[in-house]
């Protein structure tokens, strides 16, 4: 919903938790399961046959004012200190990153993508 909004790591489970909050708990549209997606979530939905951004266009905007943007996910880093490392997906493109799977300290400025069913 908010395609230019950055946040740190634990900012993005703060913004979760606020969607799942909204409307005096009932959540953002509803309902009140949504969650930070895990890597593989997210890299699941990289369509590598798109650039800029290498998403369907079904999965909603992705891009917003600037076109290389990652995306938090839930998964820490656990080989290099967890604790202060997390991965997070670009969908600009394959190009330079053909996974677009990169490792970020969780105090870095990434967007959000909120899920909800699963694990």
């Known amino acids: 919903a908010n395609v230019d ?18 409307n005096n708990g009932s959540g953002f549209a509803g309902r ?6 895990n890597v593989k979530e997210l890299l699941s939905i990289v369509d590598y046959g798109r650039f800029n951004p290498s998403i369907d266009p079904v999965f909603g ?5 600037l076109n290389f943007v990652n995306y ?6 656990a080989a290099f200190y967890p604790d202060v490392n997390a991965w997070g997906v670009n969908f600009a493109d394959a190009y330079g990153n053909y996974t677009g799977l990169s490792p970020f ?11 909800r069913g699963g694990s």
Request: charged content about 15%; hydrophobic content about 35%; proline content about 4%.
């Open 32 to 37: 009140n399961d949504w969650r930070l997606p």
């Open 72 to 77: 938090w996910s839930s998964t820490s880093w």
């Open 5 to 22: 909004d950055t946040y740190t790591w634990q900012g993005a489970l703060d913004y979760v938790a606020q969607l799942n909050a909204m």
């Open 105 to 115: 300290g969780k105090t870095s400025s990434l967007r959000v993508r909120a899920v």
């Open 61 to 65: 905007p992705t891009a917003g004012t």
